[in-house]
């Protein structure tokens, strides 16, 4: 699991990189010289990294605007050379789960990266695998009781592995936006009056249920 920490720590460094340099590019195309925001005003969020990268900025009259075009493909490639680090940590990445847990990548919304997180929580806390309840709990994702007079609510848990819990969120949003099954549980649940966040918990829960049966360390 020391290998997948590794390549994690590696892979969310670019991610962060790649987030704050299109950010920086974006702002710069925003905010350039009138001849930029003209050339990139329909490439703002399709096509911008693409266009921008392959630039061949002139030295002309306007020593601004060959500076700016000069950043604007200087970040842009930045960001292609990012974009290749990351599919390359991805790679590995699910060598080391194909080998570990491979059947775990068959569950719907389990990519590399939230595959790779639950395998590194689970490699940590060998002594919480011993159930699927402690697991869950490791996760974060146990009912908290909520209750107020005769209206019996639960919240969700706050506590836990918050990498394991934020990678079982991603998991559940993916399901709710695609997965047919997620999406008619929802409108069940939220027609019997619980709220998104209460669905939500429900999901999660169901999601450490399943996750458990896959991890190699629990077998």
Known sequence: MEQMRVLLVAKRSARAQRIQTLNQLRHLVFTGPEPIRSRFKDR??????????????RNGSDPVLF?????????????????DEIR???????????????????????????????LVTAGDNPDRLRSEGSWAHLC??????????????????RGGDRNANSALYRIVLTRMSSHDETRRYVARRRGEGLSSLEVIRCLKRYVARQV????????
Request: hydrophobic share 45%.
């Open 88 to 118: 390359s940590l991805d790679a590995l990445l699910g060598e080391l789960i194909y080998a570990t847990a491979p059947s775990l990548l068959e569950l719907y919304g389990v990519g590399v990266d939230a595959a790779a997180t639950l």
């Open 140 to 157: 974060g994702v146990t009912p908290v009781p909520a209750s107020s007079g005769k209206t019996i609510r639960y919240r969700l848990n």
């Open 44 to 57: 703002y969020k399709t096509g911008l990294i693409t266009e921008a990268a392959a630039m061949r900025p």
């Open 67 to 83: 500076t700016t075009n000069v950043v604007i493909r200087s970040l842009a490639r930045r960001i292609q050379g990012l974009n």
């Open 212 to 219: 458990f049966k896959e991890l190699p360390m629990a077998a």
